[in-house]
């Protein structure tokens, strides 16, 4: 099992990137993909999910209506478009794979999500 994380890297306020994760290992299209953050010093965040079929999402507050998640289940990959980027999006980026998590939950858990990549650096300066 394995999910790759890249696409990270430094921007200035005001810009964008796009994030994927390709997956192998395991059957895609039956888990739901995560994108968790973590800053220096604060806890890990969730930051974005979607359903294993594409129909659902969830977006943290402080990121909707400028990171949008998306998948392709044919190449088995997520993408999370970011853009308007703040200096707070300043983090680590993870992505996950997982079977139990439900969009109503109004979050994401930890614990629901299995699989877990290693994550890709993204810079924001002012």
């Known amino acids: 099992v394995q999910l790759q994380a890249s696409g990270g890297g430094l921007v200035h306020a005001g810009g964008s990137l796009r994030l994927s994760c390709a997956a192998s290992g395991f059957t895609f299209d039956r888990y739901h993909i995560g994108w968790f953050r973590q800053a220096p010093g604060k806890e890990r965040e969730g930051v974005s999910c979607i359903g294993n079929s594409g129909g659902r999402t969830y977006y943290v507050e402080s990121v909707k209506g400028r990171f949008t998640i998306s998948r392709d289940n044919a190449k088995n990959t997520v993408y999370l478009q970011m853009n308007t980027l703040t200096e707070e999006d300043t983090a680590v980026y993870y992505c996950?794979?997982?079977?139990?998590?439900?969009?109503?939950?109004?979050?994401?858990?930890?614990?629901?999500?299995?699989?877990w990549g290693q994550g890709t650096q993204v810079t924001v300066s002012s």
């Open positions: 996950a794979a997982g079977m139990r998590w439900r969009y109503w939950y109004g979050g994401l858990r930890d614990g629901d999500f299995d699989f």
